[in-house]
C-alpha cells in the first residue's frame, strides 16, 4: 500500500509558483514529511521537512494541513532549473525506512 | 567538501560473478542506506544501517547483503548477481534518522 500519492507530472510557467500536492493520509503523528528532488539521474537533493508546522527555508515552502494528511510544496518563483522529479517521503510504518514513491516530474516551462 | 562517494559509478558484468558497490561518508553521519532505482518504480530502500554494526532491511533486501564494521563506509554486496538486479543504486547518509540524507551520486549497474 503506498504511504504517499502524489501527481504523476505537472507543468509550471518559468516565475510562477509551483504548488505540488501530496497526500500521506497514513502519516503517525511523530513521522516528518519529507521532500527531495531530482534532477535527470542524479543522486536525490533534499528540499526541506516539517512535522507539523509549516515550514519555510530559502529553496521552499512547505504547507502541511491541520490533520496532517496532505502537504504542499511551493517553489515561489520557478525557474527552468527547478524542473527535476520531486518526490514526498514519509517514514514507512515498519521500521525506521523510508518510502519515496514515484514522485511528481515538474516542468517548467519558458 | 562534505559528500558521499560511491565506486565504482558504472559496472556492467555478469550472472553470478559476486560484486561490492562501496559507499563512503565523510560526515561522521550515523545513518546509512541503500536505494535502488528503476524506471516507473522510483526509488526503493534496500538496507539501511542505524549505526555501526546495526543493519536492517529495507522494502526490497533480496538478493543483497550489506555490513557497518565502521562509521563511515556502508557496502552494498550482491553474492550472486542476476539480471534482475540492474538498476541504478544510490546510497545515502544523515546525522540522525530524521536529519536530510545526504546522496551519492548513483552507480549504475547492469548485470548480463
Known amino acids: 500500500d503506498a504511504k504517499t500519492t502524489q501527481p504523476p507530472s505537472m507543468d509550471c510557467a518559468e516565475g510562477r509558483a509551483a504548488n505540488l500536492p501530496c497526500n500521506h493520509s497514513?502519516?503517525?503523528?511523530?513521522?516528518?514529511v519529507y521532500w527531495y528532488r531530482q534532477i535527470h539521474s542524479q543522486g536525490p537533493q533534499y528540499i526541506i521537512h516539517?512535522?507539523?508546522n509549516n515550514e519555510t527555508n530559502e529553496m521552499a515552502s512547505l504547507i502541511i494541513t491541520e490533520d496532517r494528511k496532505s502537504s504542499t510544496l511551493i517553489l515561489p518563483h520557478a525557474t527552468l532549473r527547478d524542473t527535476a522529479v520531486y518526490y514526498c517521503?514519509?517514514?514507512?510504518?515498519?521500521?525506521?525506512?523510508?518510502?519515496f514513491g514515484t514522485g511528481t516530474s515538474l516542468t517548467v516551462i519558458p | 567538501e562534505a559528500q558521499v562517494t560511491q565506486n565504482p559509478r558504472y559496472l556492467i558484468t555478469v550472472t553470478g560473478k559476486k560484486l561490492t558497490v562501496t559507499c563512503s561518508q565523510n560526515?561522521?553521519?550515523?545513518?546509512m542506506s541503500w536505494y535502488r532505482q528503476d524506471p516507473g518504480l522510483g526509488l526503493r530502500q534496500i538496507y539501511y544501517?542505524?549505526?555501526?554494526?546495526?543493519?536492517d532491511k529495507g522494502d526490497v533486501p533480496e538478493g543483497y547483503k550489506v555490513s557497518r564494521k565502521e562509521k563511515r563506509n556502508f557496502p552494498l554486496i550482491l553474492e550472486s548477481p542476476s539480471p534482475n538486479q540492474t538498476s541504478l543504486y544510490f546510497c545515502?547518509?544523515?546525522?540522525?534518522?530524521?536529519?536530510?540524507?545526504?546522496f551519492g551520486d548513483g552507480t549504475r549497474l547492469s548485470i548480463l
Open positions: 545515502a547518509s544523515s546525522l540522525g534518522f530524521h536529519q536530510p540524507q545526504h
Open positions: 517521503i514519509v517514514r514507512t510504518n515498519t521500521g525506521n525506512q523510508f518510502y
Open positions: 544501517s542505524m549505526n555501526v554494526e546495526v543493519t
Open positions: 497514513t502519516i503517525s503523528g511523530n513521522e516528518y
Open positions: 560526515m561522521n553521519h550515523e545513518y
Open positions: 516539517g512535522l507539523k
